[in-house]
C-alpha cells in the first residue's frame, strides 16, 4: 500500500485522509509543500517564517479535512489556507525586524548565471534582480499576492482568485496596478541603461 499512494489521484487520497489514513494525507502534503513553501517566502521574505506558516498550514489543514467539501481541489483549499494564515501574520506585523535578512539561496527572482557572463553583464543582472525583489516587496499586500500566485507560482488568475477568496475580476484588477506600481518604480533604473 505504501508504495501505491504515489500513483493514486489527489481526489483518492483525500477520500482515504478524510477516513483517517495518516499516509494519505502524508502524500498530498508531500506533494504541494515545496510550491506552498515558496509562495509563503515569497510573501515573507523570511525562511524559518515560510518554513513555520507552512507546517501551520498543513496542520491546518490535516485538522480540517473532513470539513473540505471538495468543491475546489485540495492544492487550491491548502493554498487558501496558507495564504490566509500569511496574510494575517504580515497584517498582525508579527514579523522580527531582525529576521528579515533574505535568504539569498532561495530568492524566487534570482536571474540563472549565463555559461560565461561578463563582469559587467553579471552585475547589471544582480542589481536588476535585487531592483525587482526590492519593487515587489514594496507593493500593498493584496497585490503582492496576487502577483505572487500569478507569475511566481504560474496560476491562472481564475486559481489565484480561488485561493485568495476573491473574484477573477478583483485578481486582474490587482496584477494590473501590481504592474503599473512595478513599471513606474522600476522605469527610472531601466530608462538609463
Known amino acids: 500500500m505504501k508504495g501505491s499512494m504515489a500513483d493514486r489521484s489527489d481526489d483518492h487520497l483525500v477520500d482515504l485522509a478524510k477516513q483517517g ?5 502524508a502524500e498530498l502534503a508531500r506533494r504541494c509543500q515545496e510550491r506552498i513553501f515558496y509562495s509563503i517566502f515569497a510573501l515573507t521574505k523570511n525562511h524559518q517564517d515560510a518554513s513555520d506558516l507552512t507546517q501551520e498550514a498543513l496542520m491546518q489543514a490535516f485538522k480540517s479535512l473532513k470539513t473540505f467539501k471538495q468543491r475546489s481541489s485540495f492544492n487550491t483549499w491548502v493554498y487558501r489556507i496558507a495564504v490566509n494564515l500569511t496574510l494575517n501574520f504580515l497584517k498582525k506585523g508579527k514579523r522580527d525586524g531582525a529576521r528579515q ?3 539569498e539561496s532561495l530568492s524566487w527572482a534570482e536571474a540563472k548565471e ?3 557572463p561578463s563582469p559587467e553583464g553579471s552585475s547589471l543582472k544582480k542589481e536588476l534582480s535585487r531592483k525587482l525583489r526590492e519593487a515587489v516587496d514594496s507593493l500593498p499586500l493584496p ?3 496576487s502577483f505572487v500566485l500569478v507569475v511566481f507560482q504560474g496560476m491562472t488568475h ?3 482568485a480561488r485561493v485568495l477568496g476573491c473574484s477573477e475580476n478583483t485578481v486582474s484588477w490587482r496584477m494590473h496596478k501590481a504592474r503599473k506600481i512595478l513599471q513606474a518604480s522600476l522605469n ?6
Open 114 to 116: 549565463d555559461a560565461s
Open 143 to 145: 497585490y503582492r499576492a
Open 101 to 103: 535578512v533574505l535568504d
Open 158 to 160: 481564475n486559481q489565484a
Open 21 to 25: 489514513d495518516v499516509e494519505a494525507f
Open 188 to 193: 527610472p533604473y531601466l530608462e538609463g541603461r
